[in-house]
């Protein structure tokens, strides 16, 4: 095991900020995804793991910190010197004597930012620079917290590419926290669901998909039609402009497949949706309507 959590608990003054009774268990090669709102508990469980912040109880790896790397949603950099300087300097090597620091330059096609301050760059660059130093560190466990967070859609589409494409085929162990769950359904194989500072869930992204929301789910718009087309299969919890629906078994599956064909609705099919997985754990957690009923 790379790293256990024990009845960890983090408070800022009367405020308990995290509170993890049940062990949790991060192996080696894991790609974790840690989701949930403002305030849940996400950056408060990175800071504890790297010795950030005061925490009770046990957190046990044999990992020393410079086995562990992090990109943190603030990252302080000198804002007077040149990229390449800081890079060089930070990093105690030459990019010039240095083929894997010239290789992730190139992958994430940051060559020509090399020259300008820290100041100057936008922040897609910005990110990509600090991804490049996190990268370096070649560490045994790596935290990405909010990569994309602040980022235009086009931008944080583009840097998702690249990072996906980057660890396709390498067996780095990843914590990821971030809030867009379409970016957690490309990087984690796990996922940690906190709220309020609690764990709602934790396992492989598939398991939890089959016990909160059956083997698949169709999405499509919420709208009288698709209402009153749908009714008699069951609703999941969803956000309010959409449907969600499970289907019981492949037959009843067909037969809604059929009512939307054949009334031209436009949908989705999913096996893997963490956000309606996330709504529908919360629900069931909170002791409320586990899953929606029939309609």
């Known amino acids: 095991m790379l790293l256990t959590i024990k009845q960890l608990q983090v408070k800022y003054g ?8 049940s062990p949790l268990g991060f192996e080696k090669g894991e790609r974790i995804g840690v989701i949930g709102s403002n305030g849940a508990g996400k950056t408060t469980l990175v800071k504890a793991i790297l010795g950030l912040t005061k925490y009770e109880g046990r957190i046990i790896t044999d990992l020393k910190p410079e086995q562990m790397a992090a990109h943190m949603q603030n990252n302080a950099y000198v804002t ?5 300087r800081i890079m060089e300097t930070v990093l105690d090597t ?3 004597e240095n083929k894997e620091l010239q290789e992730l330059i190139a992958f994430f096609e940051f060559e020509k930012c090399l020259s300008k301050r820290y100041s100057a760059l936008s922040g897609g660059q910005k990110q990509k620079f600090t991804i490049i130093m996190v990268m370096m560190q070649k560490a045994e466990l790596t935290f990405y917290d909010e990569v994309t967070s602040g980022l235009d859609f086009e931008t944080r589409q583009k840097l998702m590419e690249k990072m996906v494409e980057w660890y396709r085929d390498k067996e780095d162990s990843l914590i ?24 709602i869930a934790y396992g492989k992204t598939q398991e939890l998909f089959r016990t ?3 083997d698949a789910i169709f999405i499509l718009d919420n709208n009288p039609v698709n209402e009153s087309l749908t009714k008699g299969f069951r609703a999941l919890k969803s956000p309010n402009h959409l449907i969600a629906l499970a289907c019981r078994d492949k037959e009843e599956e067909r037969r809604l497949l059929s009512i939307l064909v054949d009334n031209d609705v436009n949908f989705k099919r999913s096996s893997s949706d963490i956000e309606i997985m ?3 754990a919360r629900e069931q957690f909170y002791g409320k309507a586990q899953g929606g009923k029939d309609r």
């Open 278 to 280: 996330s709504i529908n």
């Open 176 to 199: 990821i926290v971030s809030h867009y769950y379409e970016e957690l359904e490309q990087l984690a194989d796990k996922i940690l669901l906190l709220d309020q500072g609690k764990v």
């Open 80 to 84: 007077t010197m040149s990229v390449k």
């Open 14 to 21: 009367n405020h308990t900020a995290l509170q993890i009774n």
């Open 94 to 96: 030459k990019i010039k």
């Open 212 to 214: 909160y929301c059956g």
